[in-house]
T-cell receptor, first 115, second 113 residues
Framework: AQSVSQHNHHVILSEAASLELGCNYS??????LFWYVQYPGQHLQLLLK??????LVKGIKGFEAEFIKSKFSFNLRKPSVQWSDTAEYFC?????????????FGGGTRLMVKP | EAQVTQNPRYLITVTGKKLTVTCSQN?????MSWYRQDPGLGLRQIYY???????DKGDVPEGYKVSRKEKRNFPLILESPSPNQTSLYFC????????????FGEGSRLTVL
């Protein structure tokens, strides 16, 4: 079965620092990749997604992610974080040949940005 | 406004007392799913439904039931809740095109004493 690993469970940064959150998945076939964000007390929202094409994808609020197929990775980046980026971030994978369990999620990374 | 609506948002109950968490979506999505979120474990799928009257188990279905009698509704039923079902539950829907892009509800925080 596929799995998704997020290496950092908790990250604390100061405002304006750069952010990179790691995500690796284990699945040999073609996948769609996602980052979801959950702001405190809210539901999950889609941050960005990769289906095909340019492996560097840009999402909302200045976030981007790079798909590196050889490393089975889909790391999330932001050049300069803001206090409002404080949230929990989830990487998720959808094998393209499996519509049933549409998303397998990583364990999440809780980001705290200090003002 | 396109949305997924869950009720109740918060519930405290006792072991063995049957409860239902409702979920409704207004986007005419075929695919609906329930997840539970626990610290450090991310979201784990409980049940999903590809369409009306079609449901199937996810990764952690034990202790739960679902039904899909109408396209818009997908209730989660806990026949005899236990403390290990204390969790944050999310309902989600998708157009079912196989893209994996989900729209989530606000979440239902359940505590079983």
């Amino acid at each position: 079965a596929q799995s998704v690993s997020q290496h950092n469970h908790h990250v604390i940064l100061s405002e304006a620092a750069s952010l990179e959150l790691g995500c690796n998945y284990s699945y040999g076939g073609t996948v769609n990749l996602f980052w979801y964000v959950q702001y405190p007390g809210q539901h999950l929202q889609l941050l960005l997604k990769y289906f095909s094409g340019d492996p560097l994808v840009k999402g909302i609020k200045g976030f981007e992610a790079e798909f590196i197929k050889s490393k089975f990775s889909f790391n999330l980046r932001k050049p300069s974080v803001q206090w409002s980026d404080t949230a929990e971030y989830f990487c998720a994978v959808n094998p393209t040949n499996n519509a049933g369990n549409m998303l397998t999620f990583g364990g999440g990374t809780r980001l705290m940005v200090k003002p | 406004e396109a949305q997924v609506t869950q009720n109740p948002r918060y519930l405290i109950t006792v072991t063995g007392k049957k409860l239902t968490v409702t979920c409704s979506q207004n986007m005419n999505h075929e695919y609906m799913s329930w997840y539970r979120q626990d610290p450090g474990l991310g979201l784990r799928q409980i049940y999903y439904s590809m369409n009306v009257e079609v449901t199937d188990k996810g990764d952690v279905p034990e202790g739960y039931k679902v039904s899909r009698k109408e396209k818009r509704n997908f209730p989660l039923i806990l026949e005899s809740p236990s403390p290990n079902q204390t969790s944050l539950y999310f309902c989600a829907s998708s157009s079912g095109l196989g893209t994996g892009e989900l729209f989530f509800g606000e979440g239902s925080r359940l505590t079983v004493l």
